[in-house]
């Protein structure tokens, strides 16, 4: 398999600025899980996919974050208005559902907002 | 009260020594799975280990076994014969919540340990 693949890598923007991540899971997977880490901390859980339906979201996902996941494969995670406290590293997994559930993560995407 | 501990927030070992990595962890669910990750500089996080909550055995991976204590809720992490490419952040991770027999599937996870492998 190829693993979970992020785009883009790094992204820069200015606060007030939009910005759009895409993350490709593992081909047979059908759950798509997306976490925000900031420096020194663990990974937190963001929003949950199964298929293409949406299934949990955190408090963390303010208004201004949206994901989706339109046909069950790749999902975008889009910030809208970014703000500095946005700047973090986003993580996307995917797993499929069996016992033991183990999550693969991807590459990441770093955001950093000026 | 926090779900996953790591007291340790920095670790050093000597190259080709043992080392143990704590995590306890916290739930009232009867059925939870808990995970170790390793995330070197590089950003990525790199599965290690799994351990589910009605597991007999410790789980074993190469050199990573974990040391899984149900009653007093850790769930520690054993890397034997240390590598210098083993240096790296660890985070403990778990994953609670069976409905239905579905998982909810979101991991919580600790705030990491950083090792340092020495030559």
């Known amino acids: 398999d190829t693993g979970v693949s992020q785009n883009p890598r790094h992204k820069i923007t200015k606060r007030g600025q939009n910005v759009t991540f895409r993350c490709d899971p593992i081909?047979?997977?059908?759950?798509l899980y997306w976490y925000r880490q900031t420096l020194g901390q663990g990974p937190e859980f963001l929003t949950y996919?199964?298929?293409?339906?949406?299934?949990?979201k955190s408090r963390l996902l303010s208004d201004r974050f949206s994901a989706e996941r339109p046909k069950g494969s790749f999902s975008t995670l889009e910030i809208q208005r970014t703000e500095q406290g946005d700047s973090a590293m986003y993580l996307c997994?995917?797993?499929?559902?069996?016992?033991?559930?183990?999550?693969?993560f991807g590459p990441g995407t770093r955001l950093t907002v000026l | 009260a926090q779900k996953i501990t790591q007291t340790q927030p920095g670790m050093f070992v000597q190259e080709k020594e043992a080392v143990t990595l704590d995590c306890t962890y916290d739930?009232?669910?009867?059925?939870?799975?808990l995970f170790w990750y390793k995330q070197p500089s590089s950003g990525e996080m790199i599965f290690l280990i799994y351990?589910?909550?009605?597991?007999?055995q410790n789980a074993t991976e190469g050199r990573y076994s974990l040391n899984f204590q149900k009653a007093r809720k850790s769930a520690n992490l054993v890397i034997s014969a240390s590598q210098l490419g083993d240096s790296a952040m660890y985070f403990c991770?778990?994953?609670?919540?069976?409905?239905?027999?579905?998982?909810?599937?979101?991991?919580?996870f600790g705030q990491g340990t950083i090792l340092t492998v020495h030559p």
């Open positions: 081909s047979e997977h059908n759950r």
């Open positions: 991770a778990m994953r609670e919540g069976f409905a239905g027999g579905t998982s909810y599937g979101k991991l919580t």
């Open positions: 996919f199964q298929n293409e339906a949406q299934l949990e």
């Open positions: 739930t009232s669910d009867p059925s939870y799975g």
């Open positions: 351990q589910g909550s009605y597991d007999q």
């Open positions: 997994a995917s797993n499929r559902q069996a016992s033991t559930d183990t999550q693969y």
